[in-house]
């Protein structure tokens, strides 16, 4: 099989140009990707941030790093869960709310583009494929614990 045959040579080089795209863009802003989608990530009452990282995928080292400087910007700010202090919460700020605007209206742009360039039918057919391969994937997670 040669690499444009394999569905994760797809799948990663669309995300990586997908990737790409989106800092551009976010470079604009003085943000980044990362930054952009943990802002997206952030619930309204507050979300730990042990939470972010498996969501986003990211290290525990780096999405530290990135909270750090998202909180020397003044997006977000970190406070101690009421119940239990040991939890630590992330919430936006007001210039976190501003930029979470624009990083929302950004990612509704792209998929809106993308769905006026394909037929309904293929947009489906791609959800489709997309979550059998989800659930494969999950398949292979639990028997290879």
Known sequence: MNKEQLFDFHVRNNWFKISRYYNQLASKYNMSFSWGYI????????????????????EPTSLSRTLKNMEDKGLIERKSDAI???KSLVFLTEEG????????????????????KFPKTKVKAFFEI???IDAYLNELLEENK
């Not at 709310?97 to 006026?116: T, W």
């Open 130 to 132: 997309s979550e059998k």
């Open 39 to 58: 802002l997206l990530s952030i619930e309204k009452d507050g979300t730990p941030s042990t939470s972010l990282g498996p969501r986003m995928g990211m």
């Open 97 to 116: 709310l501003e930029a979470r605007r624009v990083a929302r209206d950004v990612v509704l742009e792209f998929n809106q583009a993308l769905y006026e």
């Open 84 to 86: 239990d202090k040991r």
